[in-house]
């Protein structure tokens, strides 16, 4: 099992930035690659960003591109997001999430809730 916590929600202005945590505990060996979605009410989750483990490689929605950025810190089993830039509807509940190789994400934090005001 991999136990994944999330930091760093908050309210801030449009314009704005936040930066997110997410820190992975238990079999932490058997990640694959973690990833940032988030959630509105009435929506699905959506996907925003993720990480490869090893090699780092990432991927990112359109709609997040040159404003959000994923990085990770292997040594503290953490990933972060910073996100510049911040658009209202940028407003949701964003989870971290993690995987195994050749697995979909099954692994989810509680959700941090981000608040972008106008």
């Known amino acids: 099992q991999v136990q994944l916590v999330e930091s760093g929600g908050g309210l801030v202005q449009a314009g704005g930035s936040l930066r997110l945590s997410c820190a992975a505990s238990?079999?932490?060996?058997?990640?694959?690659?973690m990833g940032w979605f988030r959630q509105t009410s009435g929506k699905e989750r959506e996907f925003v960003a993720h990480?490869?483990?090893?090699?780092?490689?990432?991927d990112y929605a359109d709609s997040v591109k040159g404003r959000f950025t994923i990085s990770r810190d292997n040594a503290k089993n953490t990933v972060y997001l910073q996100m510049n830039n911040l658009k209202p509807e940028d407003t949701a509940v964003y989870y971290c999430?993690?995987?195994?190789?050749?697995?979909?994400?099954?692994?989810w934090g509680q959700g941090t809730q981000v608040t972008v005001s106008s």
């Open positions: 999430a993690a995987r195994r190789a050749r697995q979909n994400y099954d692994y």
């Open positions: 238990g079999r932490t060996f058997s990640i694959y690659a």
């Open positions: 990480i490869t483990w090893s090699g780092g490689s990432t």
